[in-house]
C-alpha cells in the first residue's frame, strides 16, 4: 500500500514538474518573441529617416584625400540677390541633388517664391517633416491629416509652421497685391515631393479608374488633364 501510495505521489511530483517546465518554457518564448518585437520597432524607429553615416561626411564620388571648404558651400542661392520677383509661384532647392555635401546630413532647405496670389499645390514629401518660416509677406496653409481633417493656419512675416511627414500641404498667398517668401527645411537630404494634381492626371493611371474614383464622366477628366499639361 505505502509502494502504491509513493508511486502516486511521484508521478503528481513529476506531473507537476512537468507542467512547471513547460510553462517556464512558454514563458522563455513569449519573452524572447516581446524582445525580439521591441528591438525590431526599435529597428524601424532608427531607421525612419536618413541612414546615420559612420564618417563625418560622404565625400564626392571618386575624390581622395579631404575636400576644401568649397565642397560644402552652397551658392545657388545667390540667384535670389538683386534679382526680381518671379511672376509665378518659384521654389529654389538645396536638397541632396544640388548640393551633394548634403548626403548623410539629414538636413535640405528650399526657397519658396509667391508672387501675389500665387499657390503651391497640394503635395507631399515622403521622406520628411517640413518646417516653414515666413520672411516676408503673409500665407494661408494647412495640411490634412490621414483622418482627412484639415489643419490651416494664415502665417505672417515671422512665423514657423511645421508639416508633419507624409502628409499632403498646401501654401497659398491670398494677398491680391503683396507677395510672400518663404524658407522650407526639411528634416532628410531627400525629402522628395509628390504633387498631387500631376500625380494624378499626368501619371498614366486608366481615365475610367479617374473617371469612377472621382466619381465623375471621362470627359471631365481628359479636361483637367489637359488644362494641367497646358
Do not use: W
Request: proline letters at 7%.
Amino acid at each position: 500500500m505505502c509502494h502504491v501510495i509513493y508511486m502516486f505521489t511521484s508521478l503528481k511530483m513529476k506531473s507537476k514538474v512537468s507542467n512547471y517546465l513547460q510553462a517556464s518554457k512558454m514563458a522563455s518564448k513569449l519573452h524572447f518573441f516581446l524582445l525580439l518585437s521591441v528591438t525590431c520597432a526599435s529597428l524601424h524607429i532608427s531607421m525612419a529617416g536618413d541612414p546615420d553615416i559612420l564618417t563625418d561626411f560622404i565625400p564626392p564620388p571618386g575624390f581622395f584625400g579631404a575636400p576644401s571648404g568649397n565642397y560644402f558651400t552652397f551658392t545657388g542661392m545667390r540667384a535670389l540677390v538683386g534679382a526680381p520677383f518671379p511672376t509665378t509661384f518659384k521654389v529654389l532647392k538645396a536638397t541632396m541633388m544640388e548640393f551633394p555635401a548634403l548626403e548623410g546630413q539629414s538636413v535640405s532647405y528650399s526657397v519658396l517664391q509667391f508672387p501675389n496670389g500665387t499657390v503651391n499645390p497640394p503635395h507631399t514629401h515622403p521622406r520628411a517633416s517640413e518646417l516653414l518660416f515666413v520672411l516676408m509677406g503673409s500665407l494661408q496653409v494647412g495640411f490634412v491629416d490621414t483622418t482627412n481633417k484639415l489643419f490651416t493656419q494664415t502665417l505672417q512675416e515671422g512665423d514657423i509652421f511645421v508639416f508633419p511627414k507624409g502628409l499632403v500641404h498646401f501654401q497659398f498667398n491670398c494677398d491680391a497685391k503683396n507677395p510672400a517668401l518663404a524658407l522650407s527645411a526639411f528634416g532628410s537630404a531627400s525629402p522628395g515631393t509628390v504633387k498631387v494634381p500631376s500625380a494624378v492626371f499626368n501619371s498614366t493611371i486608366d481615365d475610367q479608374v479617374l473617371a469612377l474614383s472621382f466619381k465623375t464622366d471621362v470627359a471631365t477628366i481628359q479636361k483637367l488633364k489637359s488644362g494641367l499639361s497646358g
